[in-house]
């Protein structure tokens, strides 16, 4: 492909702005930041009409993080990043692309990611911000990997982050106790030997009303906010992305006991509890259960998960994570990768 290239256009590989350097891309570095304060279920339910011991049983979640305003979605991606790139070992003069996923950024222009690599000093960095709701980190980590094995980028710097509390209504029943806000980062370079193993996504648009908001932003005023059917979300997670979650272990060549860790999006306790039963993993493989402290954080919660995973010390630089993320539309995108 290279000579047909050269020959069409004249462009040698070795001209272009990042020459292949490695065959393999990797996650060098992961960082998040959590909102200072926490609101455990006692004090969520002062505006809900629950009580604390159905939301924990209903989802697991005891606690959950939510931002102030001066805890903007650029603030909390920027402190996550500065910390992913200090653990990746470069500076953001070094990063040729900054990708955040977001469900939550209100203020479209100029881009949430550009305004990002400004704050970072990433000033040579091209930018962009994707939004596939709890599915989008995952989704473009996969296009991060995709873009450093094919060598169009070097070191690229992966966000989700979601401020969720600027959406949910305090008073939804059905979801109010659900959601948090938070933002998690890694930043992907290359590497000698495989990182990521085949990504694994799909969107299924028979369910695209499953998730969805109340009215536009533009409408006469009226605040949109989140809506979800829970029910029917649970049972497609049973039925198409927990299958999917096997498929993404075949596909990486890698046996269920051979998982260091599973990092599911964290949407409810007993979702990832069913799908780690039908993947069979044992009690060697650790299980993120971050949902139970921080709560849905929908874009920011694989990452969040995953840095919370490292913190505790029960995996190794080395290990292998399958790390799935499934939201509204209804899509799921996960992969195998190798922990930093």
């Given at each position: 492909m290279?000579?047909?290239?050269?020959?069409?256009?004249?462009?040698?590989?070795?001209?272009?702005?990042?020459?292949?350097?490695?065959?393999?891309?990797?996650i060098?570095?992961?960082?998040?930041?959590?909102?200072?304060?926490?609101?455990d279920?006692?004090?969520?339910c002062?505006t809900?009409?629950?009580?604390?011991?159905?939301i924990?049983?209903?989802s697991?979640i005891?606690?959950r993080?939510?931002?102030a305003?001066?805890e903007?979605l650029?603030?909390?991606a920027?402190?996550?990043?500065?910390k992913?790139?200090?653990?990746?070992?470069?500076?953001?003069?070094?990063?040729?692309?900054?990708?955040i996923?977001?469900?939550?950024?209100?203020?479209?222009?100029?881009p949430?990611?550009?305004r990002?690599?400004?704050s970072?000093?990433?000033?040579?960095?091209?930018?962009?911000?994707t939004s596939?709701?709890?599915?989008?980190?995952?989704?473009?980590?996969a296009i991060?990997?995709?873009?450093?094995s094919a060598?169009s980028a070097?070191?690229?710097?992966?966000?989700?982050?979601?401020?969720?509390?600027d959406?949910?209504?305090?008073t939804?029943?059905g979801?109010?106790?659900?959601?948090?806000?938070g933002?998690?980062?890694v930043?992907v370079?290359?590497?000698?030997?495989?990182?990521?193993?085949?990504?694994?996504?799909?969107t299924?648009?028979?369910?695209?009303?499953?998730?969805?908001?109340?009215?536009?932003?533009?409408?006469?005023g009226?605040?949109?906010?989140l809506?979800?059917d829970?029910?029917?979300?649970?049972?497609?997670?049973?039925d198409?992305?927990a299958p999917?979650?096997?498929?993404?272990?075949r596909v990486?060549?890698?046996?269920?006991?051979?998982?260091?860790t599973?990092?599911?999006?964290?949407?409810?306790?007993?979702?990832?509890?069913?799908?780690?039963?039908?993947?069979g993993?044992?009690?060697?493989?650790?299980?993120?259960?971050?949902?139970?402290?921080?709560?849905n954080?929908?874009?920011?919660?694989?990452?969040?998960?995953?840095d919370?995973?490292?913190?505790?010390?029960r995996?190794?630089r080395g290990?292998?994570?399958?790390?799935?993320?499934f939201?509204a539309g209804?899509?799921?995108?996960g992969?195998?990768?190798?922990?930093p």
């Amino acid at each position: 492909m290279e000579k047909a290239l050269t020959r069409r256009t004249g462009i040698k590989v070795s001209d272009t702005p990042h020459p292949r350097t490695s065959s393999y891309g990797r996650i060098l570095g992961v960082g998040s930041y959590r909102p200072r304060a926490v609101i455990d279920n006692a004090e969520l339910c002062r505006t809900l009409d629950s009580t604390p011991e159905w939301i924990e049983t209903r989802s697991g979640i005891r606690e959950r993080r939510f931002a102030a305003p001066d805890e903007t979605l650029e603030h909390m991606a920027v402190a996550a990043s500065g910390k992913a790139l200090a653990q990746a070992g470069i500076g953001p003069e070094d990063l040729d692309f900054v990708l955040i996923a977001t469900m939550t950024n209100l203020l479209h222009a100029p881009p949430l990611s550009a305004r990002i690599a400004r704050s970072l000093g990433a000033d040579r960095a091209a930018a962009l911000d994707t939004s596939a709701a709890c599915s989008g980190f995952c989704h473009t980590l996969a296009i991060a990997s995709d873009m450093v094995s094919a060598g169009s980028a070097r070191h690229v710097l992966v966000i989700g982050a979601d401020r969720m509390t600027d959406i949910v209504q305090r008073t939804d029943r059905g979801s109010a106790f659900l959601f948090a806000d938070g933002a998690g980062a890694v930043v992907v370079g290359p590497s000698d030997e495989p990182g990521f193993g085949p990504v694994v996504r799909r969107t299924d648009s028979r369910y695209v009303d499953s998730v969805w908001m109340t009215a536009p932003w533009a409408e006469g005023g009226e605040h949109p906010w989140l809506r979800i059917d829970g029910r029917r979300i649970f049972r497609w997670a049973m039925d198409e992305v927990a299958p999917a979650a096997e498929e993404m272990l075949r596909v990486a060549g890698v046996a269920p006991d051979q998982l260091g860790t599973f990092v599911p999006h964290q949407a409810n306790v007993r979702m990832i509890e069913l799908m780690a039963d039908r993947l069979g993993l044992g009690p060697e493989t650790v299980v993120a259960r971050d949902v139970v402290h921080t709560g849905n954080t929908s874009a920011a919660s694989v990452p969040l998960a995953l840095d919370a995973v490292l913190a505790e010390g029960r995996v190794s630089r080395g290990d292998t994570a399958l790390l799935i993320g499934f939201g509204a539309g209804l899509s799921f995108a996960g992969q195998v990768v190798v922990l930093p």
